[in-house]
């Protein structure tokens, strides 16, 4: 029984689950449904953002997880703290992403999957879903893979570490209460900052990060920047995931946060921001400094190799700090990847999914979590299992689907039944259509890269260039078309009680013959690559 409230003389909504109506249960703090006074004061409005607060907090930290590890870690062992300036670029667009998520999330009460799904037709609700099914599921054995790679540097039992973890993984969600769940993943989220004091163990040098933190450049030398663009967009790819974007909506859903305390959540999405740029430049900045004049500089193998470097530089206290940091947040990682997979699968299937239901007012969405959680542990735990491989192919195929995330995410946002005065500005459009069309070109250049390894620079440049050529003739095209449409502007008056009308009641969107066109192609590229990107791994694995 959950403590759902509801009036007769409330307008309908689209909330598809029952359970996500009702008291906010955060944490640090409880706000009633009925609750509709004005925060006044310091004190009140803080004790309001307390409640508030998780959403963005974990989704951001949760990205900081065991891939975030390995990519941050490989950037300053092999680089130094040349590549920081990445992190800075990537900021706006972690918020602006996610911003558009909670806002979609807070407004409609319905997920990410099905709303692609009641918006696009079957075909790319399917797509989204199974995409994402497949992709978080081995996003989850890298999760594994960290939790082992930490295990055997403390001296715990491998098999032993991993089967506790998911024990804890899977209990932590079974108890049928969200609250107690986003305690323990607050405090998963306090861990993280265990990076810090690695931070000042090894005292990097401040001023040399500071300046590469906001001066671009790419170092070595001209026929490295194959590699280091492949770096780059790892660090794309394992900063802005596809799976964030569902989890953040459902989790925002869950939480039962509406359109009235839109504006405590984005700052619960700034904390989460900079406490996940705080980690990655930490990373970057310690490794760095471990590393430089070693024997190790330039030769990343994982994860454990750095836990080992800081303990060859400054002690052991620094390299048990990095594997109790990296087994948190595989722990976190884990806990994200698994609940934005049962949360789009419950949506779409119309299963009950809700943290706020015991496990049997939810049998499948308990089903799926822990189906999920307990293969990836077997996976890992199989002798043999090419766990490299399956690292380096889940951030290949995570860059390769990341514009269709991206592209989804836009039209969503612009649709005016689905938000109605929450629809995108016009800045927000043109920032995020650039970031799409970035995305694209590195997700070609991704792509081509896996299939073709010796892939030269004056390649990569002539990709970059064409695709930068399309982005400026769609930018001017959008442009004069907005001139010509002129549309009329949007009432924003009384956005922070409008909510979604049912699903069912919405008119079908009329797509123009330039999208039908553009998602055509996207259609065909994306199963494309994704076909020859595998086909590309399994060589690898068979080779081996």
């Not at 953002?49 to 951001?60: D, F, K, Q, R």
């Not at 504006?263 to 930490?282: K, P």
């Not at 994860?303 to 470097?309: C, H, L, P, S, W």
């Not at 013959?513 to 494309?528: F, N, P, V």
Request: glycine fraction near 12%.
């Amino acid at each position: 029984m959950t403590d759902t409230m509801t009036t007769s003389s409330a307008p309908r909504t689209a909330v598809l689950d029952d359970a996500h109506i009702g008291d906010i249960r955060g944490a640090l703090g409880t706000v009633k449904l009925d609750d509709n006074g004005e925060r006044q004061g310091l004190t009140a409005k803080l004790k309001t953002l307390l409640a508030i607060v998780g959403p963005g907090l974990i989704v951001m930290v949760g990205d900081n997880d065991a891939g975030a590890f390995a990519t941050y870690g490989q950037a300053g062992q092999n680089y130094g703290t040349h590549l920081l300036w990445t992190l800075l670029l990537l900021v706006p667009v972690l918020y602006v992403n996610q911003e558009m998520v909670l806002r979609l999330g807070a407004v409609t009460g319905v997920g990410h999957a099905r709303l692609i799904l009641e918006r696009f037709g079957k075909f790319w609700g399917a797509f989204s879903v199974i995409d994402l099914f497949f992709l978080n599921a081995l996003t989850l054995v890298t999760e594994f893979i960290g939790i082992a790679l930490a295990a055997g540097y403390l001296g715990l039992p491998k098999v032993a570490a991993v089967l506790l973890a998911a024990m804890i993984i899977i209990a932590s969600a079974f108890t049928g209460s969200f609250r107690r769940f986003e305690r323990v993943a607050m405090i998963l989220c306090v861990a993280s900052l265990l990076l810090v004091p690695i931070y000042f163990l090894v005292h990097p040098a401040t001023g040399q990060m500071a300046r590469d933190f906001v001066v671009p450049s790419l170092p070595g030398s001209a026929g490295e920047l194959s590699t280091i663009m492949l770096l780059i967009i790892g660090i794309v790819g394992t900063t802005v995931a596809p799976w964030q974007l569902f989890f953040q909506q459902s989790y925002v859903i869950d939480k039962r946060i509406t359109p009235r305390y839109m504006r405590y959540e984005q700052v619960d999405l700034w904390i989460g921001i900079v406490i996940v740029v705080i980690g990655g430049a930490a990373m970057m900045g310690f490794t760095a400094a471990a590393f430089a004049g070693a024997h190790g500089f330039g030769h990343f193998t994982d994860a454990a190799g750095i836990a080992t470097g800081l303990e060859a530089k400054v002690g052991r206290l620094a390299g048990v700090l990095f594997a109790i940091a990296l087994l948190d947040a595989s722990i976190i990682g884990a806990f994200a990847v698994s609940l934005s997979t049962a949360y789009a699968i419950g949506d779409v299937l119309g299963m009950k999914h809700s943290l706020h239901r015991g496990l049997g007012g939810a049998k499948g969405f308990y089903a799926v979590y822990a189906g999920l959680v307990a293969a990836a542990a077997a996976i890992v735990l199989i002798p043999g299992s090419p766990l490299g491989l399956l690292t380096e192919g889940v951030q290949t195929l995570a860059g390769v689907l990341l514009p269709s995330a991206s592209v989804f995410l836009l039209l969503l946002c612009n649709d005016k039944q689905v938000l109605g005065p929450w629809v995108n500005r016009l800045r927000t459009n043109a920032f995020t259509a650039a970031v799409v069309g970035v995305l694209v070109a590195l997700s070609v250049i991704l792509t081509a890269a896996v299939l073709f390894p010796g892939i030269s620079a004056g390649t990569i440049l002539q990709i970059m260039a064409g695709c930068g050529a399309a982005g400026v003739l769609a930018a001017g095209y959008a442009l004069l078309k907005r001139r010509t449409d002129a549309p009329e502007p949007i009432d924003r008056t009384g956005r922070d009680s409008w909510r979604m009308p049912p699903l069912e009641t919405l008119t079908k969107p009329v797509m123009s013959t330039t999208r039908k066109i553009g998602m055509s192609a996207l259609r065909t590229y994306l199963l494309s690559a994704m076909v020859l990107v595998v086909i590309k791994i399994v060589q690898v694995w068979l080779g081996h």
